[in-house]
């Protein structure tokens, strides 16, 4: 196989799902198990509800968190995907690092549209002990962000977003330095194309037509005007704003041919560097696009204690 087709080396999830070991530590999984035609042990990956058991499941024990759960139609997110992003973060961050993954609270996450499953936070702090700031502009999600924070007793700070057409502006603060921002954009430019992206997803799996817009998903989390194009291009522009503030800008791009637009905001920005990153899953390649405007030989400032 090639090895781009393989999740990243130290993805908990890289040799498929244990399932004796997480029905062991989360019975209610076992209900929602079935055999696929090769007598392995697997659950149906479109019942909502199965998915939902099975990342509460995978959160319990990968990652030590006790009570995981989400408000009724928002997104459910596939845990290996996401991890991955976290791990290659932290080799981007390693670079600057002298070649050192930085661990612990002093490195500062921030996640926007961290959404009602606080899913990057939650496996960040895991995996390298960061401080994550996560942020969402629909309040339900705050909700449920912050009730897995208290349930949990974790250390994530929780922001809200007022104003739709911002980013970073009103979240970031004055004396805020973080070392990386991270982003899953919505990526449809309306409801219309979402719905659309929902009915090819039910037809490839077999399912017919249906009239749900997603498996899981607020509006908010699924589309934007002008799609992740739009958004995306909207972050370079405002993070020139607090270009000192951040070491690494980054954010998932769902379609390469999206790329070139977003190379074009990047040097309209002024940036001092930009990097794509391809991540793979299976069949499925994703990436995510990270730039700075923090110069190569200023760099490691921000882990030595030059930047407060």
């Not at 992003?85 to 961290?114: C, F, M, W």
């Not at 009239?211 to 405002?238: H, S, T, Y």
Request: hydrophobic share 40%; proline share 5%.
């Amino acid at each position: 196989m090639d090895k781009k087709a393989k999740l990243h080396p130290r993805n908990q999830h890289a040799d498929g799902y244990d399932f004796a070991r997480l029905v062991a530590d989360l019975p209610e999984l076992d209900a929602f198990t079935t055999l696929n035609p090769a007598g392995q042990t697997t659950i149906s990956f479109q019942d909502a509800e199965a998915v939902r058991m099975l990342n509460r499941a995978l959160l319990k024990t990968h990652y030590g968190i006790a009570y995981w759960d989400i408000p009724a139609n928002y997104l459910c997110p596939p845990i290996p995907g996401r991890v991955d992003y976290i791990h290659y973060l932290a080799d981007l961050l390693a670079e600057s690092n002298n070649r050192q993954i930085p661990r612990g609270p002093e490195v500062k996450a921030l996640d926007i549209g961290t959404g009602a499953s606080l899913v990057y936070p939650l496996i960040g702090q895991s995996e390298y002990g960061w401080h994550f700031t996560g942020v969402d502009i629909d309040a339900g999600a705050i909700k449920s962000a912050q009730r897995i924070c208290q349930l949990n007793e974790l250390a994530i700070t929780i922001r809200r977003q007022n104003l739709p057409e911002n980013v970073f502006r009103g979240v970031i603060e004055p004396r805020d330095v973080f070392h990386v921002t991270m982003c899953n954009p919505p990526f449809h430019a309306s409801r219309e194309e979402a719905s659309k992206g929902t009915q090819r997803k039910w037809q490839n799996l077999g399912k017919g037509r249906s009239k749900a817009l997603n498996f899981g998903g607020q509006d908010a989390e699924l589309w934007c005007p002008g799609g992740e194009v739009k958004f995306i291009a909207r972050m370079i522009e405002q993070s020139t704003e607090f270009a000192g503030q951040c070491l690494w800008f980054t954010s998932l791009v769902s379609k390469k041919d999206n790329l070139q637009p977003l190379i074009r905001a990047l040097k309209k920005a002024s940036v001092a560097d930009y990097k794509v990153v391809e991540m793979a899953q299976g069949q499925k390649i994703s990436r995510f696009i990270a730039w700075t405007f923090i110069r190569k030989n200023q760099r490691s400032s921000f882990f030595n204690g030059g930047r407060k």
